[in-house]
């Protein structure tokens, strides 16, 4: 368990805040680690765990494929997604459809998120940050990475069904 005071999710704001962090991110995904940063962008918004970005140089960015669809944030604009794909030449490639999702061109509030990733955690073999092991936001929509040093009750959850 994390030493850090608790962050309670119910006061982050709305309209979401944008915040840098220096803290270290780790994620795992198809067997290797996919990214790696001390540097991170992190959206807080009222009952969500943070989403976390990362910097495109820091993912392996020979995974990322363009995926199906997109979706529209009322805050950030229109997302795209991303598949991650693992070729290593054998009989059979890896694939995680719709894994990331980036802002190509984000609203001018957020144009800082521009080329940046977000993903899943439900997805990826596992995230760290600051080496505390992220927890998924729960609901297959939202990509927020609940951390130990975080209050919910979190938007997605079954058990408050008032905050869908």
Partial sequence: MSSRRPDQVALYPRPPALVACSLPVQVRALGEELAS????L???ETFHPPTIY??????????LRPGSGRSFCEWKGVASYWD????????QERRLSR????????????SAL??????YP??????WVDGEPVQPQPGGFYGGWILPWL?????????HPELR
Wanted: hydrophobic content about 40%; proline content about 12%; overall charge negative.
């Fill in 99 to 110: 894994a990331l999702w980036s802002y190509p061109q984000p609203t001018e509030r957020f």
């Fill in 151 to 159: 209050q919910g009750p979190f938007k997605g959850d079954p058990a």
């Fill in 114 to 119: 521009a080329g940046w990733f977000s993903l």
């Fill in 84 to 91: 991650l794909l693992r070729d290593d030449g054998g009989p």
């Fill in 37 to 40: 940063s001390d540097h991170s």
């Fill in 54 to 63: 990362l910097p495109p140089q820091a993912l392996r960015s020979a995974w």
């Fill in 42 to 44: 992190w959206v807080l």
């Fill in 122 to 127: 439900a997805l990826m073999d596992g995230c």
